[in-house]
């Protein structure tokens, strides 16, 4: 027996428009969009006023950092079992708030492993999880918590041990960060052929290099040395858009971390070091948006740990310039296309039953993706608010 969602519209991810229509589900797939109409052995479930869109994919977070506690690396370094606690609790606000598959770009201790393999025994409710494993980052610079490399054979090293426990793409921290007090977001703490060696024990495991990249030095080496995305990408200057534009990389945005009341600035707000790096992203993350968007760069988005706040990085996106469909995209399609993900982030027969409803319609409105009234993870509703 089928299931049978029948809102005011669809926003399938494959088009700009919502329209009328209604989607069939049978074991946890999409069988049939606008069809033609329930049959008398299915279930149906009418979300009046609502639009239906694919499942949000937040591609860049964290499972155990809360960024208004502050000292974000510190978190990384708290016993396994605190982090655990920690994670199981953000997942189930992130899919609370429509987010049906995360990206997870760098935890110690296993943490994302074994939350991802409880996740998807049942023993945890949450996303799908696409993890990272220990992220690559030298020692005493930014994303060093635990776990550092040194040299091309330890990074090698590293990435296979990832890719053994099941990563499904590799990290790495080709420039400093906001967070932390020891770099600057544009410095380059890994040579070129140390990123490239990167990449190719990566691409040797058919997994995808990603490189936590802000500007500077750093972000060029990754651009020219093989890494698939550049997350964050706040400092990129007009040369550096333009060959991750030749290059057909995708970017990656984050900006609830750095523009959310509850994000860095509440967490660090006692630090003036990282205080003044935030002000200057901040002063800088509008005018470079603008030019990634013009630059027609594939982009997808993420909280980098704002659990259940993805909501507000897609509206971000909408004010650098972005149409709601391309904001709504970045956050379905173009998210599944930077997990290497193809049974998910559109609205379409085969995929799979990622879905969330919102009361009125996104394309006129972005703000309403903040309260859904339907959550549905592989044809099981996960959240229903009976509206």
Do not use: Y
């Amino acid at each position: 027996m089928a299931l049978v969602l029948v809102p005011e519209r669809i926003f399938s991810g494959l088009t700009d428009t919502a329209s009328p229509g209604c989607v069939v589900i049978d074991d946890g797939r999409i069988v049939d969009v606008d069809a033609p109409g329930p049959g008398a052995s299915d279930t149906v479930l009418t979300l009046p006023g609502a639009t239906l869109i694919p499942g949000l994919i937040d591609a860049h977070t964290h499972l155990s950092v809360v960024p208004s506690r502050g000292d974000q690396l510190g978190q990384l370094r708290l016993a396994a079992d605190v982090q655990l606690a920690t994670a199981r609790t953000n997942v189930v606000a992130d899919l609370l708030s429509g987010v049906t598959t995360l990206r997870i770009m760098g935890q110690e201790h296993a943490v994302d492993f074994t939350v991802r393999d409880e996740i998807a025994s049942g023993r945890t409710l949450g996303p799908d999880l696409v993890c990272a494993g220990v992220q690559l980052a030298k020692a005493g610079n930014h994303g060093h918590a635990l776990s550092a490399v040194e040299g091309e054979d330890d990074i090698a090293r590293l990435v296979d041990a990832n890719a053994a426990s099941g990563a499904g793409l590799i990290k790495l921290f080709a420039t400093g960060g906001v967070a932390s007090v020891a770099t600057s977001a544009a410095d380059a703490p890994f040579t070129g052929r140390e990123i490239r060696r990167a990449a190719e024990a990566a691409h040797r495991h058919g997994l995808k290099l990603a490189a936590h990249a802000h500007g500077g030095e750093g972000a060029r080496l990754a651009i020219e040395n093989g890494v698939d995305t550049i997350e964050h990408g706040v400092l990129l200057d007009d040369g550096m858009i333009e060959e991750v534009a030749r290059r057909r990389l995708a970017i990656v945005g984050t900006f609830s971390i750095q523009d959310h009341p509850a994000g860095i600035q509440a967490g660090d707000r006692h630090r003036p070091e990282i205080l003044g790096k935030l002000q200057q992203v901040r002063h800088r993350v509008g005018e470079t948006w603008r030019r990634i968007l013009e630059a027609g760069i594939d982009i997808a988005v993420g909280t980098d740990s704002m659990h259940g706040c993805l909501a507000f990085d897609i509206a971000r996106l909408t004010e650098f310039g972005a149409t709601p469909a391309r904001a709504l995209r970045a956050a379905t399609i173009g998210g599944a296309a930077v997990c290497d993900l193809d049974d998910r982030g559109a609205i379409a027969p085969g995929m799979r039953a990622d879905l969330v409803a919102v009361l009125g319609n996104p394309l006129d409105d972005i703000r309403c993706l903040g309260n859904p009234v339907l959550v549905m993870k592989a044809g099981r509703i996960v959240h229903h608010s009976g509206v």
